[in-house]
């Protein structure tokens, strides 16, 4: 993972972060559930969300999780460092795009990464919790209700909607 963002101040977070990968596995099926309530509600913002572009919430999502409101700076530092390691680990190789293709995978790397960008979880627990999540991928697709043709389509951009001159 890359280095983290600065910051000015030690975030402290109402819930402590999960200590072992069998409790991160839980919390990412349930943060990547709570993403998932947010689908019907894209087009009000002008987005066209689906669950390929949950990702870009994992930040949002953590933030949430962790009972942290209202720190414009804490969302801005758990993006950054939650979409730039996405980018540079998509960028690496096959095997690194492969790992992330799944929308679940791609939504648990970048929640713990955002994690990590906040200094709640240390670069050796966030990679061992994240191997344990990718060799229970199966299980992952299983319990966040998407099943196979989900774990096929990669990920992608969020895409807005354009709206009419008018």
């Excluded at 402590?16 to 913002?45: H, K, N, Q, S």
């Excluded at 939650?82 to 293709?101: F, K, N, P, Q």
Aim: charged content about 25%; aromatic content about 8%.
């Amino acid at each position: 993972m890359p280095t983290r963002p600065r910051r000015t101040r030690p975030l402290r977070p109402v819930v402590p972060a999960p200590t072992t990968p069998a409790t991160w596995f839980r919390e990412v099926v349930a943060a990547y559930a709570d993403a998932r309530e947010a689908i019907p509600f894209g087009p009000l913002v002008g987005a066209d969300l689906t669950e390929h572009e949950l990702f870009h919430l994992a930040p949002a999502v953590c933030l949430k999780f962790r009972g942290v409101q209202g720190s414009k700076g804490a969302l801005e530092r758990a993006t950054e460092a939650a979409l730039s390691s996405y980018v540079a680990m998509t960028g690496r190789d096959a095997e690194s795009l492969a790992r992330l293709s799944s929308s679940q995978m791609a939504f648990a790397f970048c929640y713990i990464a955002a994690h990590f960008g906040l200094d709640l979880v240390s670069e050796e627990e966030a990679s061992e919790s994240l191997d344990y999540i990718a060799k229970r991928r199966k299980e992952l697709a299983r319990m966040t209700g998407t099943g196979r043709a989900a774990e096929r389509r990669a990920p992608g951009r969020l895409r807005t909607k354009s709206k009419p001159a008018g």
